[in-house]
């Protein structure tokens, strides 16, 4: 996840520009006095923490060494799953959306950590990188991330899980998550620092979940609790600070009926090192026993509370420089005008890019060739994988190296693992399909859930583009992106990128399909149905 690390960048810049510091927080009381559930209701709160770029294999690993005891307790008494489907592409602002809402991009209408805006004719920049956050400019990269993103970019057409949770009178919570769109007021604070170089007003009222807290910009403990939120903190954007909010909750018997904890700092750690370093795993399962403890005991946790923990997508191991992991796109397609970082096209732009670490959206503009003739370029690039474009209803993949070529479409005689029906072409194996003639099913092996997610970016947002996909090892790059040399990287549609860990403790109800587009309805059911026994007595 970028978006805590431009923070840093961004305080730093504005900080310099403007020569002041300190702004005056108001107090969020009103959080408190309305987030604690309703005692007569019959089911357990849930918790979900996410904790971005988890992987199965670190806990795995962990678990061997006997250096988890917080999640080893939580799996021995509960679930655990390894093939959690993460949304495509594997960005955080896009998995989070899918699953808040439920639904992929295709509903949800948050494409990527960064796309082209048909409308606005402009790439839209949530903080990939600083220095691409400086080229599109620090007060548009601000403006979409706090306000936008929430307010106009995720579609009014799908409800979140704090919207629907308030329609059957239940009390929810979001402590430091990317989409937080609900039904009840809250003010973010605009520090002086920030107010002053960009055009953010010094406060921004938006709609969240009954408690919202999003760091030093929203904390319901102000006044109340000394909270890690300075800037040589992040502002709160950080593990410690989603844990001790929790924990006071927790304590003071402020629990809504469904609460969300975001954990950043591992992600950091990954992109690094590289995805095979567990220390911040360690670190991360001190911080969950600490929640568990809080209770009273891991067994009283479980007996108040349903836990779940999952990660957000998984992540490559990036080559290093000597093996040339990064592919050019600029320098692929140099015969075509690219727009520029924080540019707005004009009838003279070919295309655009839009670069999401080991996929990228390919913007056609206003080059006289089309979708195919663009990808017959690209695939020459045998460090990509595959390019896929719609046309004419129906889904294009092609193998890079390679003359091979997939077609697809919604709805038809052949029926995936997830019920999801499908039309199928020549070629399946491009994105490695196990089709069963004689039952009319497939499989899905090293893409998962390929069809339907490839499906929901391709239809995420307007405009004629590529889906342009890197194999494993590397990653692309744009005219500024940042790259991950030797380090780890995310947002390809592999397995190793797409499927994540989940661990539910606390009750025996599973759910139906291990995708995170599943888990906002299987929530759901957990927070709705009365106790069985088994629950009760734990």
Known sequence: MRI???????????????????????SKEEDLLRVKSQAEHPSKKVILILVDSLMYQSIDKGLQQNKLPALKYLIDHGQYYKDLVSSFPTMSVTIDSSLITGTYPDQHRVPGLIWYSAKDKKVINYGTGPMEILKHGVDPVLSNAMIH????????????IYEQLNTVGLKSGSINGLIYRGTVEHTLNIPEWIKGPTSLPGELIVKGPDFLSLGSFSNPLEGIKKMPDSLTKRMGFNNEYAVESVKYLVRNNKLPDFLYVYLPDLDQELHKKGPSVIDGVIKTDKQVQSILNAFGSFKEALDQAIIMIAGDSGMSTILPDSKHPVIDLPQVLHQYAILGPGAEATSATDIALAVNETMAYVYKLNTKDSLKQIADILKEETRIDFISWKEAGWIHVVEAGT????????????????????????????????????????????YPDALKRLYGALNSHEGD?????????????GQSSPTHKGGGGHGALHRVESLVPLIISGTTDKPDHTRIVDLKSYILRLLTKPLGKSEKTN
């Open 4 to 26: 805590i690390h431009w923070l840093i960048w961004i305080v730093v810049l504005l900080i310099i520009c403007s020569g002041c510091y300190g702004h005056e927080a108001k």
């Open 149 to 160: 993103l929430n307010r106009d970019h995720l579609s009014a057409q799908t409800l979140t």
């Open 403 to 446: 003359a091979k070529e997939f077609t697809y479409k919604p709805n038809g005689k052949i029926t995936d693992s997830y019920g999801q029906t499908w039309t199928i072409g020549s070629n399946p194996d491009v994105l490695d399909l196990h089709i069963n003639k004689d039952l009319n099913t497939l499989k899905y092996r090293e």
């Open 465 to 477: 583009f590529l889906v342009v996909s890197a194999k494993q090892g590397y990653e692309l790059s």
